[in-house]
Structures are given as structure tokens and as C-alpha cells.
């Protein structure tokens, strides 16, 4: 594969991003003194904001009235922000009252975070509900401006400045949104946009798990994040996969449905863990988020390779056309 093609493979440059920042990490020579946690913060929200921004702008927002569509919508909703956040929830609240609890919050973030921006290309990509997926997108990110806080809100209460969340929901969601309708007419080549956005995650990816506080961690709380990860991802998605497969459901729907389920947006999970949390918490709520994004990197690798490959998608549309046809 050329270098344009590894940088074009989404797959390839989230392991080697999880790569190169466990290799930081435990080696030590990530420049922590250099790239202070409020530096972290600020450029994590800076790259956020460029990412979000340039993703809406493939979106065209017309045929986006939720009642119109109102069982595209609520699909969404319960799929994208409900059953999403259900595995870290639970979590987060088993962990709460123990000694991991710094480490725990770092669950709230993942759980109040919707599905990524790139369900809509992968939904095309793969035959899946692309209408669906691209209106459904921009439902679930308005509705994220107040989703977020209220996770925040219920899980961190007090212990978190919520106008600082309010604020930053604002940066990286609110304004992606309004500045994204200034680029919609601009041609942006599809390589060149999944170079940027690959690039632009890599070094989110380096910034934030090479500065997590594994050490620190142990291995018993790392494998628990691990585990909840993997129930998050794996275990939810297979449930959604075999489930719908068997009540009938076609592939277009089940495609758009099991990526809005399990593909959460962790840069905005970092982005909220390193401007909401202070001090010394930062690097311990980050390995919950590390652990998260090593998981969905062996995920992301199992949708291509089985889950969603090639040949069982061709396989099974041909079954679908052909039970029409009957």
C-alpha cells in the first residue's frame, strides 16, 4: 500500500497513533513539562473544533425535520445517546464509591459523548442507511448541546464547573455546526479530507493517551477498562447484529445502527475531560478514554475484516434481493 493509502486507511493510522503513544507513554519521554495540561486542553479543543467543522461540511442540511422522520429520529436517539452510554454509566457507578473513582470519570466522558461524525461516510461506504445516517448525524450533535451537560451533571454534579462544560460543548459542537455551513460549497477532495481528519485524530490520539496516567492505574483497573470497552463495542454491537439479523432487518439499516451504537466520538471525550477536570485527575480519568480508543481500534479492525467485509456484504445483499424478488 502507498503512504497516500495508509494515511487515506482510517484503521491503519489509529493503531499506529495507539502505537506511538504507548510507546511515549511508557518510556517517558512524552514532554509533559512542554505540553501542560492546559495546553493539552486548548489545542485538544482547537483540533476538535477543526475536525468537527470540516466533517458537517459533507453534510447538506435539508430533509432534516425530525417529525417528518420521526422513526429515523428516535432510532437514533436511543440507539446513538441512550444504549451508547449504558455500558460506561454502569460503569462509572460501580467504580464510583471505590479507590478507582478519579479514574472512573474519565467513563462519564465517553458515556456523554455521541456517535462519531464518520458514521455518515462509513454508512455509505459499507451500504448502509447513508440518508439516515447523515440526518441523523446532525439531530444528535444539536441535541448532544444539552445531552452532554446532563450526563456531566448527573454523574460529576458539583465536583465540575458546568459553565466550563457549557463553554466548551459550545467550542466544539455549536460552532462546528455554524462555521461548517460557510464550507459546504467549497470542493474539498475526498483524500484530502480523510488525510486532514486522520491526521488531525492521530495526534488527538498521541496528545491524550501518552499522557495518561498508566502507571499509576495498575493493571487490574486497566483490564476493568478494558472489559467495559470491549461490553461497550464488541458485546453491544454483536447484540444489535444478531438481534436485528434475526427480526429481519435488512443490511442498509443494521450497518447505520450498530456503528451509531458503538462508534463513539472520543475526541470530543477528550476534549471535555481535559478542559472540565483539573490537576492531577486529568491523567487518571485519561485511561479510561485510553482504553477505550485502544478497544475501538481491535473493533474497527473486526468491522472490516468480518463484521462488515466485502464478501458478507455482498453475500447478504444478494440474499436480501433475492428474498425480495420471491
Same mark, same amino acid.
Given at each position: 500500500?502507498?503512504?497516500?493509502?495508509?494515511?487515506?486507511?482510517?484503521?491503519?493510522?489509529?493503531?499506529?497513533?495507539?502505537?506511538?503513544?504507548?510507546?511515549?507513554?511508557?518510556?517517558?519521554?512524552?514532554?509533559?513539562? %512542554?505540553?501542560?495540561?492546559?495546553?493539552?486542553?486548548?489545542?485538544?479543543?482547537?483540533?476538535?473544533?477543526?475536525?468537527?467543522?470540516?466533517?458537517?461540511?459533507?453534510?447538506?442540511?435539508?430533509?432534516?425535520?425530525?417529525?417528518?422522520?420521526?422513526?429515523?429520529?428516535?432510532?437514533?436517539?436511543?440507539?446513538?445517546?441512550?444504549?451508547?452510554?449504558?455500558?460506561?454509566?454502569?460503569?462509572?457507578?460501580?467504580?464510583?464509591?471505590?479507590?478507582?473513582?478519579?479514574?472512573?470519570?474519565?467513563?462519564?466522558?465517553?458515556?456523554?459523548?455521541?456517535?462519531?461524525?464518520?458514521?455518515?461516510?462509513?454508512?455509505?461506504?459499507?451500504?448502509?442507511?447513508?440518508?439516515?445516517?447523515?440526518?441523523? *448525524?446532525?439531530?444528535?450533535?444539536? /441535541?448532544?448541546?444539552?445531552?452532554?451537560?446532563?450526563? %456531566?451533571?448527573?454523574?460529576?454534579?458539583?465536583?465540575?464547573?458546568?459553565?466550563? %462544560?457549557?463553554? *466548551? +460543548?459550545?467550542?466544539?459542537?455549536?460552532?462546528?455546526?455554524?462555521?461548517?455551513?460557510?464550507?459546504?460549497?467549497?470542493?474539498?477532495?475526498?483524500?484530502?479530507?480523510?488525510? *486532514? /481528519?486522520?491526521?488531525?485524530?492521530?495526534?488527538?490520539?498521541?496528545?491524550?493517551?501518552?499522557?495518561?496516567?498508566?502507571?499509576?492505574?495498575?493493571?487490574?483497573?486497566?483490564?476493568?477498562?478494558?472489559?467495559?470497552?470491549?461490553?461497550?463495542?464488541?458485546?453491544?454491537?454483536? +447484540?444489535?447484529?444478531?438481534?436485528?439479523?434475526?427480526?429481519?432487518?435488512?443490511?442498509?439499516?443494521?450497518?447505520?445502527?450498530? /456503528?451509531?451504537?458503538?462508534?463513539?466520538?472520543?475526541?470530543?471525550?477528550?476534549?471535555?475531560? *481535559?478542559? %472540565?477536570?483539573?490537576?492531577?485527575?486529568?491523567?487518571?480519568?485519561?485511561?479510561?478514554? &485510553?482504553?477505550?480508543?485502544?478497544?475501538?481500534?481491535?473493533?474497527?479492525?473486526?468491522?472490516?475484516?468480518?463484521?462488515?467485509?466485502?464478501?458478507?456484504?455482498?453475500?447478504?445483499?444478494? &440474499?436480501?434481493?433475492?428474498?425480495?424478488?420471491?
Amino acid at each position: 500500500m502507498t503512504l497516500k493509502g495508509l494515511l487515506c486507511s482510517s484503521a491503519f493510522m489509529m493503531s499506529f497513533a495507539v502505537i506511538i503513544s504507548l510507546i511515549t507513554n511508557f518510556t517517558g519521554i512524552f514532554p509533559g513539562d %512542554v505540553l501542560t495540561p492546559d495546553l493539552r486542553s486548548n489545542v485538544t479543543i482547537f483540533c476538535l473544533a477543526v475536525m468537527l467543522t470540516l466533517s458537517f461540511s459533507r453534510i447538506p442540511y435539508r430533509d432534516l425535520n425530525p417529525v417528518k422522520h420521526s422513526a429515523s429520529t428516535i432510532r437514533a436517539i436511543v440507539l446513538g445517546l441512550v444504549i451508547a452510554s449504558v455500558v460506561p454509566l454502569v460503569g462509572f457507578f460501580i467504580l464510583s464509591g471505590t479507590e478507582y473513582a478519579d479514574y472512573a470519570k474519565g467513563l462519564v466522558f465517553i458515556a456523554a459523548t455521541p456517535f462519531a461524525a464518520s458514521v455518515g461516510p462509513l454508512s455509505y461506504i459499507l451500504k448502509g442507511d447513508f440518508p439516515h445516517a447523515l440526518r441523523s *448525524t446532525v439531530i444528535i450533535y444539536v /441535541l448532544a448541546l444539552l445531552w452532554i451537560p446532563f450526563i %456531566v451533571w448527573l454523574c460529576l454534579g458539583e465536583s465540575v464547573d458546568m459553565m466550563t %462544560v457549557f463553554i *466548551t +460543548v459550545l467550542e466544539i459542537i455549536a460552532l462546528p455546526l455554524i462555521i461548517s455551513r460557510l464550507l459546504t460549497k467549497v470542493n474539498i477532495p475526498k483524500d484530502a479530507m480523510s488525510i *486532514t /481528519l486522520n491526521c488531525i485524530i492521530t495526534f488527538l490520539v498521541w496528545l491524550s493517551v501518552s499522557s495518561a496516567d498508566f502507571q499509576s492505574a495498575g493493571w487490574f483497573i486497566m483490564g476493568v477498562f478494558i472489559l467495559i470497552a470491549a461490553l461497550r463495542t464488541f458485546f453491544m454491537g454483536s +447484540v444489535v447484529e444478531v438481534g436485528e439479523r434475526r427480526f429481519g432487518i435488512h443490511w442498509t439499516q443494521r450497518v447505520t445502527d450498530i /456503528l451509531m451504537v458503538t462508534y463513539k466520538n472520543k475526541g470530543i471525550a477528550l476534549a471535555l475531560c *481535559t478542559a %472540565v477536570l483539573v490537576g492531577p485527575i486529568i491523567p487518571k480519568a485519561m485511561v479510561a478514554i &485510553a482504553a477505550s480508543i485502544i478497544v475501538d481500534v481491535c473493533w474497527v479492525a473486526f468491522m472490516d475484516g468480518y463484521l462488515f467485509s466485502g464478501k458478507r456484504m455482498n453475500r447478504e445483499l444478494e &440474499a436480501e434481493a433475492d428474498t425480495e424478488r420471491v
